[in-house]
């Protein structure tokens, strides 16, 4: 017997109406019908709650997510004190950041007075109406809100945010860092959307950080849109802090064109129930893209990572290494989809899933996925997961290291390659450290 | 240095050693030889304490401490060292790295001084001159993509950096060619002293051709069979494990085979005498 819970869409329709009366109502037109839209849609489409059938969301059970009434926020911003602001603004003080508190952009945190000429960063409502033309022509129109209940239900609700503009031929040095802080005792839904384009030949990095104050249940639904213009790179890292009791759902649609680079990081800590949709189109020859994903749940934390990649067109290269690092009784999910259409030839890709469980109840349910519907490809993937080698642990053990300290040198060795992978010093030094506290607090002081 | 008394282990309820005695005095080096699947290599680990034996009876002595029940990392920081046969890879952990751990591990129970980046590194590549091994390889991750060769020659770095007391050596002559050989031969040879003692054990006399054991021992199906000198190693090389195995065979088949006491019976070399050999 199934047990079935009550569904709470209607909620989310009446705050939609309220939304659309009160917060919304000066946005233009056209984000106006997009909205609308989208609400309608979710109304069809629903919380993708079915357990049979439903192959997307087989491991990962949303019924208690969507039966919880989960309100918008309040529009009183709740101020973070000044040293859990820096818990949230690592990096380098010559960084861009844009903060956002509790889902509304907060100026008096941010610091974006050192951006060079031309490039825009700034909060998504801003940007609607003061580059209208160019949020226009991407807003919604990457992301799935058709066919993903999840995008369309941010889609409706889609106000706040970030927008970042990297104009054509432009080379930005310092990191954008877009910070998404949700403060103590919040039980709201949040719906921010990010909006990246990149201009022809132009070169970025943007960071885009989340952390959550304290445990509380709340319900974080984000997407961003990643356009890509031709020749350009950008370096895109996500990191995701949030509350072990939350819901976080991300979708980051990407679209390559012709010969640009997209390089991504994807390191999830927080969440009690994440969800993240990586979905990269590769629409014009000529494209790499580089995805590398590090997750470590413990309790009962259940991380999914679903990407895909579509392959519209051929000769372009595709790397693609997930690992997780699971404790307690944490699950994780990889289902990785590399697509190739027909004609598209002279894919090379590579997929692979690795995970190390350091406890006997974590579970890991891994599908690294081709379809490929071309012959000229150049294609492997890979899965695995185990335990910690114990005759590694015996090597190291053997030179005089305590179990702890061995164990967390082999286990901070499993993850070496992705850590690694993080092209940005300072970044990799605060996942660097985040890692090294959860093996810490898992090992034992002396990993 | 090393008393092992009446040592049993096994592995998933299969004995593997069956009562194995041995006496290793400081600055000895001791050859074990022996056919394969005789217990070379258990001995090896059940001294090092590989939690995957168990020790069902016996005793293992380092400087009179008894070792058996102590973790692997205790038994290092009391300064035992194993060369394994066949090091492995361990992805991701650079080499310099963890042997500074280790170093500094050993150090800090001893409370003697422990070392930062700066002052490891320096000693690191002095002793990589030492033993001729590449000094770039040590900012590699462990093992990883490193010749045979070079495996073995990083062991017996790391036994030249960790400076054990006793060293057990796990046929670190295995799958070398003959100059192979004689580099790690050389590096055995130029960390011997007066105070620490070698277990050396190897299948092939070949490497005593440049080690020089004081005493070579004949294990056969978990126990020794026969000690004696370098001309052990030699008649083992002439005629096979066979004519030993005949012997281990009536060891068996004797109605009683109770445990040697320290110091008797021919298992123990102490009453070899140390012979003509100088410890060089």
Same mark, same amino acid.
């Given at each position: 017997?199934?047990?079935?819970?009550?569904?709470?869409?209607?909620?989310?329709?009446?705050?939609?109406?309220?939304?659309?009366?009160?917060?919304?109502?000066?946005?233009?037109?056209?984000?106006?019908?997009?909205?609308?839209?989208?609400?309608?849609?979710?109304?069809?489409?629903?919380?993708?709650?079915?357990?049979?059938?439903?192959? =997307?969301?087989?491991?990962?059970?949303?019924?208690?997510?969507?039966?919880?009434?989960?309100?918008?926020?309040?529009?009183?911003?709740?101020?973070?004190?000044?040293?859990?602001?820096?818990?949230?603004?690592?990096?380098?003080?010559?960084?861009?950041?844009?903060?956002?508190?509790?889902?509304?952009?907060?100026?008096?945190?941010?610091?974006?007075?050192?951006?060079? =000429?031309?490039?825009?960063?700034?909060?998504?409502?801003?940007?609607?109406?003061?580059?209208?033309?160019?949020?226009?022509?991407?807003?919604?129109?990457?992301?799935?809100?058709?066919?993903?209940?999840?995008?369309?239900?941010?889609?409706?609700?889609?106000?706040?945010?970030?927008?970042?503009?990297?104009?054509? !031929?432009?080379?930005?040095?310092?990191?954008?860092?877009?910070?998404?802080?949700?403060?103590?005792?919040?039980?709201?839904?949040?719906?921010?959307?990010?909006?990246?384009?990149?201009?022809?030949?132009?070169?970025?990095?943007?960071?885009?950080?989340?952390?959550?104050?304290?445990?509380?249940?709340?319900?974080?639904?984000?997407?961003?849109?990643?356009?890509?213009?031709?020749?350009?790179?950008?370096?895109?890292?996500?990191?995701?802090?949030?509350?072990?009791?939350?819901?976080?759902?991300?979708?980051?649609?990407?679209?390559?064109?012709?010969?640009?680079?997209?390089?991504?990081?994807?390191?999830?800590?927080?969440?009690?129930?994440?969800?993240?949709?990586?979905?990269?189109?590769?629409?014009?020859?000529?494209?790499?893209?580089?995805?590398? !994903?590090?997750?470590?749940?413990?309790?009962?934390?259940?991380?999914?990572?679903?990407?895909?990649?579509?392959?519209?067109?051929?000769?372009?290269?595709?790397?693609?290494?997930?690992?997780?690092?699971?404790?307690?009784?944490?699950?994780?999910?990889?289902?990785?989809?590399?697509?190739?259409?027909?004609?598209?030839?002279?894919?090379?890709?590579?997929?692979?899933?690795?995970?190390?469980?350091?406890?006997?109840?974590?579970?890991?349910?891994?599908?690294?996925?081709?379809?490929?519907?071309?012959?000229?490809?150049?294609?492997?993937?890979?899965?695995?997961?185990?335990?910690?080698?114990?005759?590694?642990?015996?090597?190291?053990?053997?030179?005089?290291?305590?179990?702890?300290?061995?164990?967390?040198?082999?286990?901070?060795?499993?993850?070496?390659?992705?850590?690694?992978?993080?092209?940005?010093?300072?970044?990799?030094?605060?996942?660097?450290?985040?890692?090294?506290?959860?093996?810490?607090?898992?090992?034992?002081?002396?990993? | 240095?090393?008393?092992?008394?009446?040592?049993?282990?096994?592995?998933?309820?299969?004995?593997?050693?069956?009562?194995?005695?041995?006496?290793?005095?400081?600055?000895?080096?001791?050859?074990?030889?022996?056919?394969?699947?005789?217990?070379?290599?258990?001995?090896?680990?059940?001294? &090092?304490?590989?939690?995957?034996?168990?020790?069902?009876?016996?005793?293992?002595?380092?400087?009179?401490?008894?070792?058996?029940?102590?973790?692997?990392?205790?038994?290092?920081?009391?300064?035992?060292?194993?060369?394994?046969?066949?090091?492995?890879?361990?992805? !991701?952990?650079?080499?310099?790295?963890?042997?500074?751990?280790?170093?500094?591990?050993?150090?800090?129970?001893?409370?003697? =001084?422990?070392?930062?980046?700066?002052?490891?590194?320096?000693?690191?590549?002095?002793?990589?001159?030492?033993?001729?091994?590449?000094?770039?390889?040590?900012?590699?991750?462990?093992?990883?993509?490193?010749?045979?060769?070079?495996?073995?020659?990083?062991?017996?770095?790391?036994?030249?950096?960790?400076?054990?007391?006793?060293?057990?050596?796990?046929?670190?002559?295995?799958?070398?060619?003959?100059?192979?050989?004689?580099?790690? &031969?050389?590096?055995?040879?130029?960390?011997?002293?007066?105070?620490?003692?070698?277990?050396?054990?190897?299948?092939?006399?070949?490497?005593?051709?440049?080690?020089?054991?004081?005493?070579?021992?004949?294990?056969?199906?978990?126990?020794?069979?026969?000690?004696?000198?370098?001309?052990?190693?030699?008649?083992?090389?002439?005629?096979?494990?066979?004519?030993? =195995?005949?012997?281990?065979?009536?060891?068996?088949?004797?109605?009683?085979?109770?445990?040697?006491?320290?110091?008797?019976?021919?298992?123990?070399?102490?009453?070899?005498?140390?012979?003509?050999?100088?410890?060089?």
């Amino acid at each position: 017997m199934t047990q079935t819970l009550a569904t709470q869409e209607h909620v989310y329709l009446e705050a939609f109406r309220a939304f659309q009366r009160n917060g919304a109502v000066h946005d233009p037109a056209w984000v106006q019908a997009l909205r609308q839209s989208a609400m309608d849609r979710f109304m069809e489409l629903r919380f993708p709650t079915a357990r049979r059938g439903n192959e =997307e969301w087989k491991y990962t059970d949303v019924r208690p997510l969507a039966a919880t009434p989960f309100p918008l926020p309040s529009s009183a911003n709740a101020k973070p004190a000044p040293q859990e602001v820096r818990l949230a603004t690592f990096g380098e003080r010559t960084w861009h950041r844009l903060v956002l508190v509790d889902g509304q952009p907060a100026p008096d945190l941010s610091s974006l007075n050192g951006l060079p =000429e031309r490039v825009r960063v700034m909060g998504l409502a801003e940007a609607v109406t003061s580059a209208g033309d160019l949020v226009q022509s991407h807003l919604g129109c990457h992301a799935a809100h058709q066919s993903e209940a999840f995008a369309a239900l941010n889609t409706a609700f889609l106000h706040h945010g970030a927008f970042v503009h990297v104009p054509d !031929g432009v080379f930005l040095e310092q990191p954008i860092h877009l910070i998404f802080i949700t403060t103590r005792g919040q039980q709201a839904a949040f719906h921010p959307r990010v909006l990246i384009v990149t201009g022809r030949d132009s070169s970025a990095t943007v960071v885009e950080s989340y952390l959550g104050l304290d445990n509380s249940r709340y319900f974080t639904n984000v997407v961003a849109e990643v356009a890509l213009g031709r020749g350009s790179a950008l370096k895109h890292y996500r990191i995701q802090r949030q509350s072990e009791a939350s819901y976080h759902i991300a979708t980051t649609q990407v679209n390559l064109t012709a010969n640009s680079s997209f390089t991504n990081g994807a390191f999830d800590f927080g969440g009690g129930l994440v969800r993240n949709n990586l979905n990269v189109l590769v629409a014009e020859e000529g494209s790499n893209c580089a995805l590398h !994903g590090l997750y470590m749940p413990t309790g009962d934390q259940h991380v999914d990572n679903q990407v895909i990649i579509d392959h519209q067109v051929g000769h372009s290269d595709v790397k693609e290494v997930y690992k997780g690092i699971l404790n307690g009784r944490a699950r994780s999910v990889f289902h990785g989809s590399i697509i190739v259409q027909p004609h598209a030839a002279k894919v090379n890709a590579t997929q692979e899933d690795k995970n190390l469980l350091l406890s006997p109840e974590a579970e890991a349910d891994t599908k690294p996925a081709f379809w490929i519907y071309c012959d000229d490809v150049k294609c492997g993937h890979g899965a695995a997961c185990g335990q910690i080698d114990p005759d590694a642990l015996f090597y190291l053990r053997s030179r005089g290291l305590s179990e702890a300290a061995a164990k967390g040198l082999l286990v901070r060795g499993f993850a070496a390659g992705i850590l690694d992978a993080i092209q940005v010093e300072s970044l990799r030094k605060h996942v660097n450290s985040i890692v090294s506290a959860r093996l810490e607090e898992w090992l034992g002081q002396e990993a | 240095m090393l008393e092992i008394r009446d040592l049993h282990a096994s592995i998933n309820d299969v004995e593997i050693l069956k009562g194995v005695n041995l006496t290793v005095n400081a600055g000895e080096l001791h050859a074990i030889m022996g056919p394969n699947g005789s217990g070379k290599s258990t001995l090896a680990f059940v001294l &090092a304490g590989k939690p995957t034996y168990a020790i069902t009876s016996g005793q293992v002595l380092l400087e009179g401490v008894d070792m058996v029940g102590m973790a692997p990392e205790n038994r290092a920081r009391a300064g035992l060292f194993l060369s394994f046969q066949q090091p492995m890879e361990i992805p !991701g952990v650079r080499l310099d790295q963890f042997l500074r751990a280790g170093y500094n591990a050993i150090h800090k129970a001893r409370r003697e =001084e422990e070392l930062d980046v700066l002052k490891f590194d320096r000693l690191l590549t002095r002793k990589t001159k030492m033993v001729g091994m590449e000094a770039a390889l040590t900012r590699r991750y462990v093992n990883e993509g490193f010749s045979g060769g070079e495996r073995k020659r990083n062991e017996i770095l790391q036994m030249a950096v960790l400076e054990p007391k006793l060293s057990i050596l796990d046929e670190p002559d295995s799958g070398l060619d003959i100059d192979a050989v004689r580099i790690v &031969a050389q590096g055995i040879n130029q960390l011997r002293t007066p105070q620490n003692s070698v277990l050396l054990i190897t299948h092939y006399q070949r490497i005593l051709n440049y080690v020089q054991p004081d005493y070579v021992h004949v294990l056969i199906n978990g126990r020794i069979v026969q000690s004696g000198d370098k001309d052990l190693a030699l008649q083992v090389e002439a005629e096979g494990y066979d004519r030993f =195995e005949a012997k281990e065979q009536a060891l068996d088949l004797s109605p009683s085979c109770p445990p040697l006491p320290k110091g008797e019976g021919d298992v123990s070399p102490s009453l070899l005498g140390k012979g003509a050999r100088g410890l060089g």
